[in-house]
Nanobody, 114 residues
Framework: VQLQASGGGLVQPGGSLRLSCAASGIIFSFVNMGWYRQAPGKQRELVASITPGGRTNYADSVKGRFAVSRDNAKNMVYLQMNSLKPEDTAVYYC?????????WGQGTQVTVSS
């Protein structure tokens, strides 16, 4: 299994970023996928998930600001992040919610700061 997250960066509060995750080694179109984040000194948390059919779920902290999507033909999952806040600063990862793969990859750093 390979999960490669990308698209992070430094953004000002109120800004937007779009993260991408490329998955390989799995039958992607049958797998629930999720975006997680881990801030310094905090536990990793699931912030958004999407079923193979496109049903989504969000943590309360990001609801209305983040949108998860997927392209089953390309084995890709995306996270559109709008109205970013400093508390969104974290390393973001993708994985399978509830039955996470051992491999997490390096993640992608998102820093929200003025």
């Amino acid at each position: 299994v390979q999960l490669q997250a990308s698209g992070g960066g430094l953004v000002q509060p109120g800004g937007s970023l779009r993260l991408s995750c490329a998955a390989s080694g799995i039958i992607f179109s049958f797998v629930n996928m999720g975006w997680y984040r881990q801030a310094p000194g905090k536990q990793r948390e699931l912030v958004a998930s999407i079923t193979p059919g496109g049903r989504t779920n969000y943590a309360d902290s990001v609801k209305g600001r983040f949108a998860v999507s997927r392209d089953n033909a390309k084995n890709m999952v995306y996270l559109q992040m709008n109205s970013l806040k400093p508390e969104d600063t974290a390393v973001y990862y993708c994985n399978r919610p509830g039955r996470e793969y051992d491999y997490w990859g390096q993640g992608t750093q998102v820093t929200v700061s003025s």
